[in-house]
């Protein structure tokens, strides 16, 4: 099993900036993605950031140029770093880990992020 926690994830004023963390531990036999999903209220889980195995990156359009995904492998640690914040970026933020080589997807319980205007 995999276990990720989150943290970093808090109240802040629109415009400003947050950093969220997931440390992953446990049977990691290969890290193939680590990323950042989201969820609001009554919507679907949505991608906001991922990392690949060879440190390609993919992003929401809705948060390009404005959030940075980067990782620690030494630590199997995964930052979300979050400038210009929005209202609309109020959500729950959900580490996901792409483990081994049948890819199995591991989840961690979410860390909740609101942005006041």
């Known amino acids: 099993q995999v276990q990720l926690v989150e943290s970093g994830g808090g109240l802040v004023q629109a415009g400003g900036s947050l950093r969220l963390s997931c440390v992953a531990s446990g049977s990691i036999s290969s890290i193939n993605a680590m990323g950042w999903y989201r969820q609001e209220p009554g919507k679907q889980r949505e991608l906001v950031a991922r990392m690949h195995s060879d440190g390609t990156t993919n992003y929401a359009i809705s948060v390009k140029g404005r959030f940075t995904i980067s990782r620690d492998n030494a630590k199997n640690t995964v930052y979300l770093q979050m400038n210009t914040m929005k209202p609309e970026d109020t959500a729950v933020y959900y580490c996901?880990?792409?483990?081994?080589?049948?890819?199995?997807?591991?989840w961690g319980k979410g860390t909740l992020v609101t942005v006041s205007s």
């Open positions: 996901n880990l792409n483990n081994g080589p049948l890819g199995i997807y591991y």
